[in-house]
């Protein structure tokens, strides 16, 4: 699927000028910037949206299926997510996910996934699939504890074209655990999520279906202000087999920021390293998001 640059860069601009709305108190009274009182774990009210663009650029030049350095390659994702609030006390949250991905192969520089030339046996790109998505708060007595429960329906003719993987060609429930806790003084928090991933469809059409994978992960965050925190990240990644006969595993570890641009906007950027794995490749992720709340 050939994205003409245009387009692309129309796209991102358009994106980043409608990205700009949160408030600094929500409705409960709670004091503080969005990057401290409305993680993950929290829903926002009824009639709100909120609004993300996260970007994800992984690179590799090593690998677990074979020793030394091999020709890199590199991997982009694109993530544009919003949701909106339905229900008058904020534990009903729906909304759409939707994801491109430019990826490029065969010892290219790790910046030539944003040519998106599609050149032959080198590198593909497009949007890759498109998923309807709920937030809910399963218990009103703790409302930071949510669950995302997601349904991924894949864009993709084909998963490998050329010998240049693009994304999964499978349908994938996701169900996203999220916990969080602020500790006295509101200077640190703590923050666990758990990933769990169904992935299902055809075995000849991707390596992931018929295969679950559990992602744990724990985030650790100091705010110097309301405004500004840096947090350290641990997370693994376990694909266990059901019918496939393909396992994989991975840990990564990371660290990175957040920052409230404006009232309306703000802006995190994450470094994950990926520490050790099985039938995985071993690489770096660099990553940068804006998140908006109208």
């Given at each position: 699927m ?35 009182t ?22 590799e030049?090593?690998s ?34 939707l ?17 998106f ?112 925190t ?12 059901l ?12 660290f990175?920021a ?23 490749g ?13």
């Open positions: 050939k994205i003409s640059k245009k387009i692309i860069i129309t796209g991102i601009f358009s994106l980043i000028v409608a990205t700009g709305f949160a408030q600094e108190t929500d409705d409960d009274g709670e004091s503080g910037s969005v990057i401290q409305l993680t993950p774990s929290k829903l926002i009210a009824k009639g709100q949206f909120d609004i993300k663009w996260f970007n994800n650029l992984y690179t030049t090593e677990t299926f074979a020793e030394g350095t091999q020709p890199r390659q590199t991997f982009f994702t694109s993530t544009l997510e919003g949701y909106t609030g339905v229900s008058d006390n904020k534990r009903v949250n729906v909304g759409l996910i994801e491109f991905r430019s990826n490029a192969v065969a010892d290219r520089n790790a910046l030539d996934v944003f040519s030339d599609g050149e032959n046996g080198t590198a593909r790109s497009g949007f890759t699939s498109i998923a309807p998505s709920v937030k809910v708060v399963p218990f009103e007595s703790v409302s930071n504890f949510s669950v995302q429960s997601s349904f991924f329906i894949p864009l993709v003719d084909n998963e490998v074209e050329q010998g240049v993987f693009l994304d999964q060609n499978g349908y994938t429930w996701q169900n996203r655990f999220f916990y969080d806790h602020t500790f006295t003084g509101d200077q640190f928090q703590i923050f666990g999520e758990l990933n769990t991933e169904f992935h299902f469809g055809d075995e000849e059409e991707s390596f992931a279906n018929n295969s679950l994978s559990l992602t744990p992960g724990i985030f650790f965050s100091y705010f110097p202000s309301s405004k500004f840096v947090l350290a990240l641990a997370q693994h990644s376990q694909r266990i087999d019918g496939n006969e393909f396992e994989q595993d991975f840990t990564a570890l990371g990175g957040k920052y409230q641009l404006t009232d309306e906007l703000n802006v995190e950027a994450l470094y994950t390293n990926f520490v050790r794995g099985n039938n995985t071993l690489g770096q992720t660099f990553n940068i998001g804006l998140r908006a709340v109208l």
